[in-house]
């Protein structure tokens, strides 16, 4: 089992940067899959990003490539999410998520999660 926590959220600028990290307690964090999530008010949880177990491989949605970066340290059991060029519609709270085995891009693929921290992007 694992607990997540996440920080790093925030109010910034468009165009500014913003890293989030989780924090991931248990001994097995390297040998989970992690991922990155958003939702805002009145939608769905949509994807962001994921990263192997590994970090040999990393996944992201359209929206953000190019412009978020997913990263780990696995001695410090901890994810980041690097997030440059800031949008509004990036304007979110975010989780991190944690998956034995296989990267998923979808929320039903993560069985545990942490509580979220908001990212507020002004225009």
């Known amino acids: 089992q694992v607990q997540l926590v996440e920080s790093g959220g925030g109010l910034v600028q468009a165009g500014g940067s913003l890293r989030l990290s989780c924090a991931a307690s248990g001994r097995t964090f390297s040998s989970y899959a992690m991922g990155w999530f958003r939702q805002a008010p009145g939608e769905e949880r949509q994807f962001v990003a994921a990263i192997t177990w590994s970090g040999g491989n990393t996944y992201y949605a359209d929206s953000v490539k190019g412009r978020f970066t997913i990263s780990r340290d696995n001695a410090k059991n901890t994810v980041y999410l690097q997030m440059n060029s800031l949008r509004p519609e990036d304007t979110a709270v975010y989780y991190c998520?944690?998956?034995?085995?296989?990267?998923?891009?979808?929320?039903?693929?993560?069985?545990?999660w942490g509580q979220g921290t908001q990212v507020t992007v002004s225009s």
């Open positions: 998520a944690a998956n034995r085995g296989f990267i998923a891009t979808t929320p039903i693929g993560y069985g545990y």
